[in-house]
Nanobody
Framework: QLQLVESGGGLVQPGGSLRLSCVAS????????IGWFRQAPGKEREGVSC????????YYADSVKARFTISRDNAKSAAYLQINSLKPEDTAVYYC?????????????????????WGKGVLVTVST
């Protein structure tokens, strides 16, 4: 059973940066699409960014384009989300998730297909 653990969250001032990490255990991430999702208080979960198993396809939600960068290191069974120019509206619990790549990468982030494995999430708070 694949298990995902996120880290790297915390409190950061507007304009700051964070790098979220997602590490897998109980298996390897190399064959999965990886997605980063977030859920802000009182809001629905949002697919922020997704990356294909070979890193040849990525997707970013419009709200994070040019500020977030997704990457992965299959040798380390890890995925990352570099978050720059943080805004208060980026405050949320961020989740890492994995899915078997049967469909276009973007379709997982856009909610058309479910993710098979989820981490427990990490809180990112953007505030002065």
């Amino acid at each position: 059973q694949l298990q995902l653990v996120e880290s790297g969250g915390g409190l950061v001032q507007p304009g700051g940066s964070l790098r979220l990490s997602c590490v897998a255990s109980g298996g390897t991430l190399r064959h999965y699409v990886i997605g980063w999702f977030r859920q802000a208080p009182g809001k629905e979960r949002e697919g922020v960014s997704c990356i294909s198993s070979l890193s040849d396809s990525t997707y970013y939600a419009d709200s994070v384009k040019a500020r977030f960068t997704i990457s992965r290191d299959n040798a380390k069974s890890a995925a990352y989300l570099q978050i720059n120019s943080l805004k208060p509206e980026d405050t949320a619990v961020y989740y890492c998730a994995a899915a078997v790549p049967q469909f276009a990468t973007s379709s997982y982030c856009r909610g058309f297909y479910g993710m098979a494995y989820w981490g427990k999430g990490v809180l990112v708070t953007v505030s002065t």
